[in-house]
Structure formats: structure tokens, C-alpha cells
């Protein structure tokens, strides 16, 4: 299981419905609308790094209202 945050940015007073269809996708842990550089941050999970690709560009970036995205996945040392 691969584990990803994905930090969004949305246009000006769109953060909280963003957060709030992404939190709906399949793969996403969570959904918060946050303050700082970056408005939205989801946590996803996929069964591997092809499918995680999938979730953000398919899914997570096709939702009106984001900017940019930036995905960190998690790793475990």
C-alpha cells in the first residue's frame, strides 16, 4: 500500500468545496481545507505508485476549483 499527501491550492474561496468532493473519491483517507500556502490537504492510499498517479491526475486534479496540486508521498526509513 502506497500513502500520499497531496497538497492543493484552489481559486480564491473554493477551498472548502473542493475539500469536501474530494473527500468523496475512493482512495482518499482524508480531506481538511487548512490555512497557509496550501488550501486544501488530502490524505490518499493506493495499492501501488501507477494507481496513486491515477488517483491525482484522473481524479483529484480533474475537481473544479484547484490551482496546483503537489503530491508527497510517504515513505517509511
Known amino acids: 500500500m502506497v500513502h500520499a499527501y497531496i497538497l492543493i491550492q484552489t481559486e ?3 477551498a472548502a468545496a473542493v475539500a469536501t468532493e474530494i ?3 475512493p482512495g482518499v483517507a482524508s ?3 487548512v490555512t497557509g500556502p496550501y ?3 488530502v ?9 496513486l498517479g491515477q488517483l491525482v ?3 483529484v486534479q480533474g475537481v ?3 490551482t496546483r496540486t503537489l503530491t508527497c508521498p510517504v515513505v517509511h526509513l
Open 12 to 14: 480564491v474561496g473554493k
Open 23 to 25: 473527500a468523496a473519491i
Open 31 to 33: 480531506s481538511e481545507d
Open 39 to 41: 488550501d486544501v490537504i
Open 43 to 51: 490524505r490518499a492510499e493506493a495499492d501501488n505508485v501507477d494507481q
Open 57 to 59: 491526475v484522473a481524479k
Open 64 to 66: 473544479e476549483g484547484i
